[in-house]
């Protein structure tokens, strides 16, 4: 009799609790892998979208010079050859080195280097766009989302090197920079790369 009496009884508040607290674990264990991996896609979607954006900035530089040195020497530039044109001036190239933000803990707030501005070329209108603190979300929405005060987006500074008797032969070093927010960091993404054209005169 006591025997049926022992094997009937339910179990006691500390196995229900040790219970519960093992169940616990498990489940919020899982939810931490769960959103390490939801971080690390979104984290590779970003990067992916943003190397398209910065191939797609370089394309466009490429077409630009092509076509610049198609028409060179011109009084009046025409398509692309124009916005490279521009490119050229002082407004948007100069001898100062590129920013060197890589590994930064924040976007920069200002890309702009002295009187020389950064700009983006939309590639849906090849409009040069100028930028200092922040992109025109028309031009990037994956990336820039809305205006904000700093820059959270891709921008390309233009770098010369004129020719000179140690360099026969000018050229612009573009470097097309990205810094946008991480998922889960406070410490945002930065991927840049250099593209460099040669003066039409070398051709």
Known sequence: ????????????????????????????????????????????????????????????????HDSYVAQYPSSAYTGLAAVYNTIESSTYSSNAPGSDFIGSVSCPTNVQRGSTKSFVIDPATTQLIAVQTNIPPVAFPVISGSPTATVQGIWVEAVRQDASANTPIGYIDFHINACWPGPDSSVPLTIGTIVRLYDPQAN
Do not use: C, H, P, Y
């Open 1 to 64: 009799m006591q025997l049926k009496q022992r094997l009937s009884r339910g179990d006691t508040l500390i196995e229900v609790m040790f219970a519960i607290t093992i169940f616990s674990m498990v489940v919020v264990s899982s939810v931490a892998i769960m959103n390490k991996g939801l971080a690390a896609a979104e984290q590779t979607l970003g990067i992916t979208v943003t190397r398209q954006l910065i191939d797609s900035q370089a394309q466009i530089l490429r077409m630009a």
